[in-house]
């Protein structure tokens, strides 16, 4: 199975944190030869223009939402949480059962061991606070909607983040994916765009603990 690593950036003129290949916490500091000002360049721009937006467009239908099978796998035992995403409005755009990673083994491992993801399925990433931080595509096998969140919930930027081509390694300067957030929501490629989601809505979801 491809495994994906992360970068986890504490400030920008501080060293940077890594994850992925390591046992470090989130927020942990080591030494890298990283920039800290790393930002994509070669996004798809495109694929991330906002369409517009209405009530009768956002609002998904309960009757015919349905909960996926998911988590599976090597997840199977994870937490999970139903995450909803609503506008200014408070109108629901979308919404996906996610399973939960939490700081160190779980962030490392990220959904590098899945071959797929349900439509409505996803992941949250959740830690103790804000930070800046650079999740990149190593080994995935699919594509993923990478969305950072404020501390307050609101969605502070979203990134279009294809699956690395053959030949690639999902670390190339194309793969990496920076934003300010204390949650990280991960969702199949262009999941936002297909529901109307956009920097400034806020998600909704509980966690235990």
């Known amino acids: 199975m491809r495994r994906r690593q992360l970068l986890a950036v504490a400030g920008s003129s501080l060293p940077v944190a890594l994850a992925g290949c390591t046992e470090t916490e989130p927020d942990s ?82 959904l590098s061991a899945a071959d797929s993801m349900p439509e409505n399925g996803g992941m949250l990433f959740e830690s103790d606070g804000e930070s800046d931080l650079t999740f990149w595509m190593k080994d995935m096998s699919f594509g993923l909607d990478i969305i950072y969140v404020g501390a307050d919930r609101t969605i502070t930027s979203i990134h279009h983040a294809p699956e690395p081509t053959d030949g690639d390694s999902g670390t190339e300067q194309q793969y990496r994916f920076s934003g300010t957030g204390q949650y990280v929501f991960e969702v199949n490629y262009n999941w936002t765009t297909r529901h109307n989601v956009t920097e400034g809505d806020k998600l909704d979801f509980e966690l235990d603990g």
Do not use: M
């Not at 956002?58 to 009757?63: E, G, R, S, V």
């Not at 994870?78 to 609503?86: G, H």
């Not at 629901?92 to 160190?104: D, F, Q, R, T, Y």
């Open 29 to 110: 500091e080591i030494s890298s030869n990283e920039s800290t000002d790393d930002t994509n360049e070669t996004e798809d721009t495109a694929d991330s223009e906002s369409q517009d937006r209405t009530d009768e467009d956002a609002q998904p239908d309960d009757d015919k939402w349905s909960e996926p099978d998911w988590p599976t796998g090597p997840y199977a035992d994870y937490d999970t949480t139903i995450v909803e995403v609503k506008s200014d409005s408070g109108t629901i755009s979308g919404k996906v059962k996610a399973a939960v990673a939490h700081p160190g083994e779980q962030w490392q491992l990220g």
